[in-house]
């Protein structure tokens, strides 16, 4: 099979996704190498998304735990999508981890993941346990 068959699976898993069908689109994600196709970040990318979209955060960190374990590299978009995901969920904890691993990595941050820490840094923010962890992590 073609790198370009990986391609459409994606966009078939990415759009599964998309409209709240997160169980047919995993199956089809173990299904590929049946069909003699490789996972790689993309496609672990769209699941990982797809999974935070969906508010699944313990199944995106689960997917981001056995993509690494496979040997497949998280690219800066999967790293951003999960750091945002755990943000906007006010879980900090889980959030600085990653973003000390993207660190680590010289992994960069994108706008969005930019601006809502910016935003949950701002003295009005209404969780001051969250604004000050992140401010500690930021100051250190």
């Given amino acids: ?35 003699g196709l490789q996972h790689d970040t993309r496609i672990y990318t769209t699941m990982i998304n797809g999974f935070c979209k969906a508010g699944m955060l313990n199944n ?12 497949i590299t998280p690219d800066d978009h999967t790293f951003n999508i999960i750091v945002q995901a755990f943000l906007k969920s006010n879980d900090i904890h889980k959030a600085l981890q990653y973003l000390n691993t993207m660190d680590e990595r010289a992994v960069l941050r994108h706008a969005e993941t930019v601006s809502i820490i910016m935003h949950m840094l701002a003295d009005d923010y209404p969780n ?3 604004r000050d962890r992140l401010r500690n992590y930021f100051l250190k």
């Fill in 60 to 71: 995106a960190q689960l997917m981001f735990e056995e993509m690494v374990q496979k040997g």
């Fill in 128 to 130: 001051h346990e969250s």
């Fill in 1 to 35: 099979m073609t790198e370009a068959n990986v391609v459409i699976y994606d966009v078939i898993i990415s759009n599964m996704c998309r409209v709240g069908k997160l169980i047919e689109a995993k199956e089809l994600f173990y299904s590929l190498p049946t069909k």
